[in-house]
């Protein structure tokens, strides 16, 4: 598997901050409130890392958005939230009162659909700037625990890039965690189509 040198990394978390900023602009009409979304780390992960480094994190439950896309380079994107940022997103989104036998459809329906726009932000952007077309399926949802939701789509034959990203929203932190998991050799077509894009 192709790793990253230091200049394509930085290369690539210049293209993660397009797409954020994308999804910041359109979360903040969404929520009628200025959001910052931040990019501190990108983190390559070989396949036998995948599931054992994701799974330390201090948490027991995760709603996990999964996106599908293929094309040059093909794989899953997902979004991560924890328990408390996504009930902290969810409020800050939903502004009336939800009669209880109602809350688990909006709490789905709404992560779905913020999970919908920050990946295909990333992920568009991520695309256009690289000169490769993309295609997307329709965003999934699941809650539970991380390494039950992760095990059936992490693949032997997976790569991943790991990106923590920091949302701030009222001054409440709001931290959400995108992976992007491609088949080896998609990953290393990635890298190459990376490569000549952003450094020529």
Do not use: W
Not at 100 to 105: K, R, T, V, Y
Not at 124 to 144: D, F, H, K, V
Not at 169 to 176: H, K, L
């Amino acid at each position: 598997m192709v790793q990253l040198s230091d200049d394509l990394l930085d290369a690539l978390r210049e293209v993660i901050n397009i797409g954020v900023g994308k999804a910041a602009g359109t979360l903040n009409e969404l929520l009628g409130h200025h959001i910052v979304l931040e990019v501190p780390q990108v983190v390559v992960l070989r396949p036998e890392q995948i599931v054992n480094h994701l799974t330390q994190r201090p948490y027991d439950s995760i709603s996990l958005v999964v996106l599908q896309f293929s094309g040059q380079f093909s794989g899953l994107s997902t979004l991560m939230f924890t328990s408390d940022s996504a009930s902290k997103l969810v409020d800050l989104l939903v502004r009336e009162e939800t009669p209880l036998d109602e809350l688990d459809a909006i709490k789905t329906g709404t992560l779905t659909e913020v999970g919908n726009i920050l990946l295909n932000a990333v992920m568009g952007s991520m695309a256009n700037l690289l000169g490769s077309r993309l295609s997307y399926t329709i965003p999934t949802y699941q809650e539970g625990p991380l390494a039950v939701l992760l095990r059936p789509i992490i693949r032997p034959e997976s790569a991943a890039l790991e990106i923590t990203t920091r949302f701030t929203v009222q001054s409440r932190q709001i931290t959400g965690e995108f992976l992007l998991l491609f088949e080896v050799v998609s990953f290393d077509a990635f890298v190459a189509v990376l490569h000549t894009a952003l450094l020529g």
